[in-house]
């Protein structure tokens, strides 16, 4: 099973608000990660967790705060965010071991910021 | 910095018509290359793998790719095309980071699209 969960598929949020997308995966994969994507564009990284510590950060902007509460959930805090934040969120993950193992990824969250 | 470029950022054939997607790889090291498929507002879906071994790679759904070191490329062929193949294709590259993760970096994507 390589399946990866996000939710909510959708979200809708003002600039004043606080939400939280969700990713869980059950692959005893112990590598997690966080992308964004714009339309029309690949997949930009933004986090990395690796046995749920946070190994990269791409100079993601702190209204974007991961928390990694296990090993098969990841959660991705928004707060105050910018009408330019609207995009597909991918979750992804990975099993542990080298570059050569295949990132598995969700189907994405689709957020709009107004 | 390992680099992939995608050859293309559109491609339209016939149902039926051979599928060739191009990319080619910049990479110090041996790479580690996937091609990855996204329809329409959903995630990416693994298509195929290189790592180390046969050059000659097969994938699900048809599709298949050759690691060519002396060429640095590693593009994406299918036989026959289907109108179900109609989508974004990613090439990839990935390079190993702190811990038990990787990094990966993609291409610019190729939008396939296929006609009666």
């Known amino acids: 099973d390589t399946e990866v969960t996000q939710t909510p598929k959708h979200l809708v949020m003002g600039m004043t608000n606080k939400k939280s997308l969700k990713c869980e995966q059950h692959m005893g994969h112990r590598a997690m990660y966080w992308y964004k994507q714009k339309a029309k564009k690949p997949p930009e990284l933004m986090f990395v967790y690796s046995y749920e510590k946070l190994s990269i950060n791409e100079s993601v902007p702190s209204r974007f705060s991961p928390e990694c509460p296990n090993s098969s959930l990841l959660n991705l805090h928004l707060h105050a965010l910018q009408p330019e934040d609207s995009a597909l969120y991918l979750c992804?993950?990975?099993?542990?071991?080298?570059?050569?193992?295949?990132?598995?990824f969700g189907p994405g969250t689709r957020l709009t910021v107004l | 910095a390992q680099s992939v470029t995608q050859l293309g950022s559109h491609v339209s054939v016939s149902e039926g018509a051979l599928v060739l997607l191009r990319c080619n790889y910049s990479?110090?090291?041996?790479?580690?290359l996937f091609w990855y498929v996204q329809y329409p507002n959903q995630g990416l879906q693994l298509l195929l793998k290189?790592?180390?071994?046969?050059?000659l790679v097969k994938g699900i759904n048809g599709f298949e790719a050759e690691f060519k070191k002396s060429e640095t490329s590693f593009h994406l062929t299918k036989p026959s095309a289907h109108m179900s193949d109609a989508a974004e294709y990613f090439c990839?590259?990935?390079?190993?980071?702190?811990?038990?993760?990787?990094?990966?970096?993609f291409g610019t994507g190729t939008r396939l699209q296929v006609t009666l």
């Open positions: 990839a590259v990935s390079e190993g980071v702190t811990g038990s993760a990787s990094k990966l970096t």
């Open positions: 290189y790592t180390t071994g046969a050059t």
């Open positions: 992804a993950s990975s099993q542990k071991g080298t570059s050569q193992v295949a990132q598995y």
């Open positions: 990479s110090s090291v041996p790479p580690y």
